[in-house]
C-alpha cells in the first residue's frame, strides 16, 4: 500500500478541497461546493472504498453534503468517475468526451489488466520471449503486456476494481455551463481535448477558486494521453486569466497560479525540444531517450514524458490515431525500469 495522505480542507466558506497527496496514479483530488443546503461535488475517487471514506469526511464537515444534488466529472478517466454510483440520486454532468471516455473504460478493465499482469510477470523470460514472437507475426499485445506489467502494477494495485459498467454522466453540456449551489454561481468550462478527449474545469468566481481536473498535476509530469499539447497550453492559458487565489488541481496539493504556470513552462519546454528533434528527422523512441528536463528532476512520474512526447510527435504529423493505453503503459514501464537499471549498473 503507498502511503497516501488523505484530507479535507475548507478552501473558502463552503467550498473544501479533498487530496490524496502526493497525488500519483491514482490517487486523484475532489471538491465539495455548499451553500444554502444544497452541494456540488467536483469528481469522485479511483474506487469505492475511497469514495465512501471522502464522502464520509464531507458529511463530518457539513450537513449539505448528506444529500449531494449535482457532481461534475472534469474528465472521464476512472480515478476521476469510478465512485459516481455512491452519489444516489445526484445529477452527474460531464462533456460527451467525458461520457465517451468513461463508457469505453469501465473497471472490470483495469481488473482484468491487474489479473493479467500478474499472470505475465509470473511467465518470466518466456513470456517475454512469447511476446517478441507474437509481435513478430502482427500480435503485439503480449508484449505489451509484459512490458507493461511492472508499472501497471505498482501504479494500480492498491485499487479495487468492480467488474461491471460504470455510472456514466446523466447530463452533458458543450461549451460551458452555470449553475447555481445556493447562492453560489459555478461555472463549468469545457476545455479539452488536452488530457482527454472531454476536459472541463470548475469555476467559483465568488470564492475565487478553480477546480482544474487534469489539467494540472501539481509536483508531477502532466500526461497528454489525448492532446493536441498546444490546446492544453491553451487551457491553461485561459485558467491563468481568471481572477482566482486558489486553485486545486486534479492531482497533487492545492496550489495558486505559480502551479499554473509552472505546468504551463513544462509543456512549452517540451513542445519546443520534441519539435527541435522531429524537425531534424530523429525518430520519436530516439526523441524520448535524448531528451532530458532537468528542471523537472523532483517531479512524480516521470514516465509520462515517454507518453507526452510520442503526442506531440503526432500532433507535429497530423497522426489523429491514438496508440493503445496498453502499448502506452508498456513504453512508460521501460521507461521507467530500464532507465533505473541504467542507472543502478552505472553506480
Ligand atoms: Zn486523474
Known amino acids: 500500500m503507498s502511503s497516501v495522505a488523505k484530507k479535507l480542507d475548507e478552501?473558502?466558506?463552503g467550498v473544501w478541497a479533498y487530496t490524496q497527496l502526493p497525488g500519483s496514479w491514482g490517487w486523484s483530488n475532489a471538491g465539495l461546493i455548499a451553500d444554502g443546503g444544497e452541494s456540488l461535488l467536483v469528481d469522485t475517487l479511483f474506487d469505492l472504498k475511497a469514495t465512501a471514506g471522502m464522502l464520509e469526511s464531507m458529511r463530518k464537515a457539513t450537513a449539505a453534503a448528506d444529500r449531494?444534488?449535482?457532481v461534475v466529472n472534469t474528465h472521464g478517466n476512472g480515478d476521476h468517475c469510478y465512485g459516481n454510483g455512491l452519489v444516489v440520486g445526484a445529477e452527474i454532468i460531464g462533456t460527451p468526451g467525458c461520457v465517451d471516455d468513461l463508457?469505453?473504460?469501465?473497471p472490470g478493465q483495469n481488473r482484468l489488466f491487474l489479473t493479467a499482469a500478474h499472470a505475465a510477470s509470473g511467465l518470466g523470460s518466456l513470456g517475454r520471449g512469447l511476446g517478441r514472437?507474437?509481435?513478430?507475426v502482427g500480435l503485439p499485445q503480449?508484449?505489451?503486456?509484459?512490458d507493461a506489467a511492472p508499472l501497471g502494477l505498482e501504479a494500480f494495485s492498491d485499487f479495487d476494481f468492480p467488474w461491471g459498467k460504470p455510472v456514466l454522466p446523466t447530463r452533458t453540456f458543450k461549451g460551458s455551463l452555470t449553475l447555481h449551489v445556493g447562492s453560489k454561481r459555478v461555472e463549468i468550462v469545457e476545455a479539452g481535448p488536452a488530457h482527454t478527449r472531454g476536459d472541463a474545469y470548475i469555476y467559483v468566481p465568488d470564492d475565487r477558486v478553480v477546480?482544474?481536473?487534469?489539467l494540472l498535476f501539481k509536483d508531477a509530469h502532466p500526461i497528454v494521453w489525448r492532446g493536441p499539447v498546444a490546446n492544453w497550453i491553451a487551457a491553461i492559458q485561459k485558467l491563468l486569466s481568471l481572477d482566482v487565489e486558489t486553485v486545486v488541481p486534479g492531482h497533487g496539493p492545492i496550489t495558486d497560479k505559480s502551479g499554473l504556470e509552472q505546468t504551463l513552462s513544462y509543456l512549452e519546454l517540451l513542445t519546443s525540444e520534441a519539435w527541435r528533434r522531429y524537425d531534424a528527422g530523429m525518430p520519436v523512441e530516439d526523441a524520448i531517450d535524448d531528451?532530458?528536463?532537468d528542471n523537472y528532476r523532483g517531479w512524480l512520474d516521470a514516465e509520462r514524458v515517454y507518453v507526452n512526447i510520442r503526442t506531440l510527435y503526432r500532433d507535429f504529423s497530423g497522426d489523429s490515431?491514438?496508440?493503445?493505453?496498453l502499448e502506452l503503459f508498456a513504453g512508460m514501464s521501460r521507461y521507467k525500469y530500464a532507465r533505473t537499471a541504467v542507472t543502478t549498473t552505472l553506480c
Not at 514472437?133 to 513478430?136: D, E, F, G, V
Request: no cysteine; net charge negative.
Open 103 to 106: 463508457a469505453e473504460s469501465p
Open 321 to 325: 490515431t491514438v496508440p493503445h493505453v
Open 291 to 293: 531528451i532530458v528536463l
Open 133 to 136: 514472437a507474437l509481435r513478430k
Open 142 to 146: 503480449l508484449e505489451w503486456l509484459v
Open 11 to 13: 478552501i473558502s466558506p
Open 68 to 70: 449531494i444534488e449535482t
Open 211 to 214: 477546480f482544474t481536473g487534469d
